[in-house]
Each structure stands twice: as C-alpha cells, then as structure tokens.
C-alpha cells in the first residue's frame, strides 16, 4: 500500500538551521496553522528551524500525519 506524505520536508533550503515544511494537502495545512502556529507563505511552503523538525515529525506522526523527508 503506498502512502501519500500529508508533508514534504525539505532539508536543503540553502538557509543554514532553516528546514522547509511543505503541507500537501488542507488537513496538513491546517495542523501547521492551528498545532504549530505557523503561517504557510505565499509560494506554499512554512519555515522551521533544524531543531525542531524531529519533534514536528513526530508530533505529526501522532496526529496521523505523514511527513516525508525529500
């Protein structure tokens, strides 16, 4: 069974301590938005800092959520 990642996340964003989120769907938007305080910006993507990326994967993973690393 393939699974579609709710979540890309992008570890090279060319910003050093900086981690792209990408929600691939409104459900996925919406936990970054309401769970995480994070606003999506205009070319679709929310910022986070490497710290934190481990306990938004799984914090999201709890949530059901899927997050694929790219």
């Known amino acids: 069974m393939a699974y579609t990642a709710d979540f890309r996340i992008i570890n090279n964003s060319g910003i050093d301590g900086i981690t792209l989120i990408e929600p691939m769907n409104p ?4 936990y970054l938005q309401d769970e995480w305080d994070h606003q999506i910006m205009a070319f679709g993507y929310a910022t986070m800092n490497d710290d934190n ?3 938004f994967v799984d914090s999201a993973e709890r949530a059901h959520l899927y997050a694929a690393a790219i």
């Not at 459900?27 to 919406?30: D, G, M």
């Open 27 to 30: 459900e996925a938007q919406n």
């Open 53 to 55: 990326v481990a306990t």
